[in-house]
């Protein structure tokens, strides 16, 4: 069934007014975005109460990519409201909630169209070495999880090596949602590199922290922390957990 697009021609509408459509349309509240973008609980009530607030920077980078949208459009607006996150997949040209969805019909409402990129490896990164370089070729396809139904750049790799062991072990396959900010305790991939003529080398973690010098992780086995300099630093994109995928 073919999503509806609004179109928007009202040159007074605000930044509140747009992020309220997202709001409604992705089911979410303001306390829950202002949360998952690591703001306090009013953060995002604020914005909305006051309309010559505007978030810029970090801030707006984040709330665009919870409410699945860019920073553009909501500073901006334009002709077409970005489309909402499906709450549930086509069966046979109908739109049929998750819960009422069979292993098999699900299945096979999810298109094999996920890019295999490489492997991330899951060794230490001591002078680089360990790493995966990330193909520019893809391996193979995957099916498509519900959660990633409209992140047309989400990817998926292999996990390589036993540092990560026992929560990812090697050869497990794992999805990456390249747009929401991973928070402390996550689960992430990070992609460095060092110089133009390499390839982009790749490394699976958990995610501690951020400054504006050092990208900061940890391996499991052995508990070891690993730091990254942000000058090399591409991309850190965060890991999707099985509940996360299905929407548990």
């Known amino acids: 069934m073919p999503q509806s697009r609004h179109i928007f021609r009202d040159m007074s509408e605000s930044l509140q007014d747009r992020i309220r459509q997202r709001l409604k349309a992705l089911?979410?509240?303001?306390?829950?975005?202002?949360?998952?973008?690591?703001?306090?609980?009013?953060?995002?009530?604020?914005?909305?109460?006051?309309?010559?607030?505007?978030?810029?920077?970090?801030?707006?980078e984040a709330l665009a990519r919870h409410l699945e949208t860019t920073e553009?459009?909501?500073?901006?607006?334009?002709?077409?409201?970005?489309?909402?996150?499906?709450?549930?997949?086509?069966?046979?040209?109908?739109?049929?909630?998750?819960?009422?969805?069979?292993?098999?019909?699900?299945r096979a409402a999810m298109p094999q169209d996920v890019p295999?990129?490489?492997?991330?490896?899951?060794?230490?990164?001591?002078?680089?070495?360990?790493?995966?370089?990330?193909?520019?070729?893809?391996?193979?396809?995957?099916?498509?999880?519900?959660?990633?139904?409209?992140?047309?750049?989400a990817y998926a790799f292999y996990v390589s090596g036993g540092s990560m062991v026992p929560a990812h072990n090697p050869g497990d396959l794992r999805f990456v949602h390249p747009h929401k900010p991973p928070?402390?305790?996550?689960?992430?991939?990070?992609?460095?590199?060092?110089?133009?003529?390499?390839?982009?080398?790749?490394?699976?973690a958990i995610y501690e922290r951020r400054t504006a010098e050092k990208v900061?992780?940890?391996?499991?086995?052995?508990?070891?922390?690993?730091?990254?300099?942000?000058r090399f630093v591409q991309h850190v994109h965060r890991v999707l957990t099985l509940n996360e995928l299905f929407g548990v």
Do not use: C
């Open 27 to 60: 089911g979410k509240t303001p306390r829950q975005v202002s949360v998952e973008i690591g703001r306090s609980p009013d953060f995002l009530r604020g914005v909305l109460r006051n309309p010559d607030s505007s978030p810029r920077g970090e801030n707006l």
């Open 216 to 230: 900061v992780v940890t391996k499991l086995s052995p508990p070891a922390t690993v730091e990254f300099d942000t």
């Open 72 to 106: 553009a459009w909501l500073l901006r607006g334009g002709d077409v409201a970005p489309p909402p996150l499906p709450a549930a997949v086509p069966i046979n040209g109908d739109v049929v909630p998750v819960a009422a969805v069979s292993l098999d019909e699900m």
């Open 116 to 153: 295999v990129y490489g492997t991330a490896a899951g060794s230490l990164a001591v002078k680089h070495e360990g790493a995966f370089e990330m193909e520019a070729r893809v391996i193979e396809y995957v099916r498509r999880p519900p959660a990633l139904f409209q992140v047309r750049d």
């Open 183 to 204: 928070r402390q305790g996550d689960t992430v991939v990070v992609q460095a590199r060092y110089a133009e003529h390499r390839g982009m080398e790749a490394f699976i």
